[in-house]
């Protein structure tokens, strides 16, 4: 049976959030007859068809060129030819939700063999069926909104602050590299209770080997991408075996051992399916957190407004509680400027710019048009957008077709509000504490993962010191 690509066009005309989705078959209904037929496209180059072209467009600041230049051509959902297989893109944010809502029914996820060997096959994000609900089920349980409050809050300030109050006055710093150290340093501490430094640092130096071989060619080979991160999964699984043995062997006591503690005492899973669903829930966390923290700062420093702006917001809420002690849930509640600037980084840096789904069988679609009026200048970054009445609606990422960063349907990501979370409360603590200058021009890629290509490099200014110890 042939396999079909389908992605997802979430902005303008100017820049695109793709997600890409891998159909089994997406046919279009013949007006004259009942026969089927796939969208106009192009196949190619023989063999490697428009590869060539859609890694170029990724690896570049713009990774919806190419979905750009073929809806142009032939339309929202379009065929052509990637990796090796004849493929359907959609570019309709209608379909795509469509696709998303019937998560198990008409289709289901499809990844590359070195994405699925790497998150494990008993993980929430590769399996299907019942597995994959019982996964997400104990994934939003445990990360649900009381203990986001209860058990995540504080803990999330700890550590941002032990983090943020290592950097000096004057130090110059690559901020890729101190958000990646604060989203691991999180994601770590929360889910397996871990937070020496040794710890961090290694944990933080396999995550990097490992998601540089997500998207690489599965050759497990000394040298190659994937082999180095298959050996970095191994040494990920040991630090999560031995915290599993930790747990067994002395009694904890509530809360301990982060989410894995809580896992092994609430559900009943297998070791070798806990140490992938803790993958999971490390990757998918880290990922989105972390750049997501650096794509925030980085487009607040090229709009100063912006800027001025979310520093009010957040000086305000300190001023608000005397400067002393932990925010509490009512002052993140406040945050709506902020709020605003966290859905315009996911906007335009398109963290996960594709996703995979395979058609269970044949698929007829009616392309409808909608009013893209939200994304009128959608290359620059706006967070005012979000505060419009007319948005309102669209912005609500649970349910909207535009705008679907946590993606939607049986797998809208279980940790979309604590992600929100810890990326809010980085960005309460770094601009009330330091002003920074650029020093290094830089400019986005998406391969193999979202990043800046320099790093973000900044000199820091201290604007007061915060210690973690007094709170």
């Known amino acids: 049976m042939r396999e079909i690509y389908s992605a997802t066009l979430m902005i303008s005309s100017i820049l695109f959030i793709v997600f890409l ?5 997406c046919k279009k209904k ?11 496209g192009r196949r190619g180059w023989p063999l490697i068809g428009d590869s060539f072209n859609w890694f170029n467009a990724v690896a570049g600041s713009h990774p919806p060129q190419f979905v750009h230049q073929q809806v142009n051509r032939f339309g929202k959902i379009f065929s ?36 699925r060997d790497l998150v494990g096959k008993n993980g929430v994000i590769t399996v299907h069926g019942e597995q994959q609900r019982k996964l997400h089920g104990i ?27 290592k950097l000096d006055n004057n130090q110059v710093i690559l901020l890729q590299d101190v958000c990646r150290k604060v989203a691991i340093n999180l994601m770590v501490n929360q889910l397996l209770g871990a937070s020496s430094e040794t710890e961090i640092n290694e944990m933080a130096h396999f995550f990097s080997d490992f998601v540089d071989g997500c998207l690489s060619l ?26 599993i043995e930790k747990h067994g062997q002395e009694e904890s006591s509530e809360g301990s051992n982060g989410v ?28 989105t957190t972390a750049k997501t923290m650096l794509f925030a700062v980085y487009f607040l420093t090229r709009c100063p407004k912006a800027m001025q702006q979310l520093l009010d917001e957040q000086d305000s809420i300190r001023s608000n509680s005397s400067g002393e002690g932990m925010l509490t849930w009512q002052d993140y509640k406040a945050m709506s400027f902020t709020q605003c600037v966290i859905d315009e980084t996911l906007r335009l840096g398109g963290i996960a710019i594709w996703l995979m789904r395979e058609a269970k069988q044949d698929v007829v679609y009616q392309a409808v048009h909608l009013d893209e009026n939200l994304y009128k200048g959608a290359s620059t970054f706006h967070p005012w957008r979000w ?64 990043r800046l290509v320099n790093g973000f490099q900044i000199r820091l200014t201290s604007r007061h010191h915060l210690d973690s110890e007094s709170l």
Not at 30 to 40: A, F, R, V, W
Not at 228 to 241: G, L, S
Not at 425 to 445: A, G, P
Request: charged residues 20%; aromatic residues 14%.
């Open 21 to 25: 989705v891998q159909l089994l078959v």
């Open 30 to 40: 013949s007006k004259e007859k009942t026969s089927y037929k796939l969208p106009p």
């Open 80 to 115: 052509c030819s990637l990796f090796g297989k004849w493929a359907v893109v959609s570019a309709d944010p209608t379909f795509n939700r469509f696709i998303m809502q019937n998560e198990g029914k008409l289709f289901q996820s499809s990844y590359p063999k070195s994405f």
């Open 139 to 165: 994934a939003s349980n445990m990360m649900r909104l009381e203990k986001l409050k209860f058990h995540f809050l504080d803990n999330i300030q700890l550590i941002m602050l032990q983090t943020l109050n």
């Open 218 to 243: 599965p050759i497990n080979i000394p040298g190659f991408a994937y082999h180095t991160a298959m050996k970095a999964r191994e040494k990920i699984i040991r630090k999560i075996n031995k915290t």
């Open 260 to 287: 894995l503690g809580r896992l092994l005492e609430e559900e009943s899973l297998p070791d070798n399916a806990v140490a992938d669903f803790i993958i999971n829930l490390l990757f998918a966390g880290n990922e």
């Open 387 to 450: 505060m419009e009445p007319e948005n309102q609606e669209k912005r609500n990422w649970r349910s909207s077709p535009f705008y679907c960063p946590f993606g939607g349907g049986a797998r809208f990501c279980p940790g979309a509000e604590l992600s929100r979370l810890q990326i809010a409360i980085f960005l309460h603590y770094f601009v009330t504490t330091f002003t920074w200058t650029q020093l290094k021009e830089d400019r986005m890629s998406f391969f193999p993962s979202a």
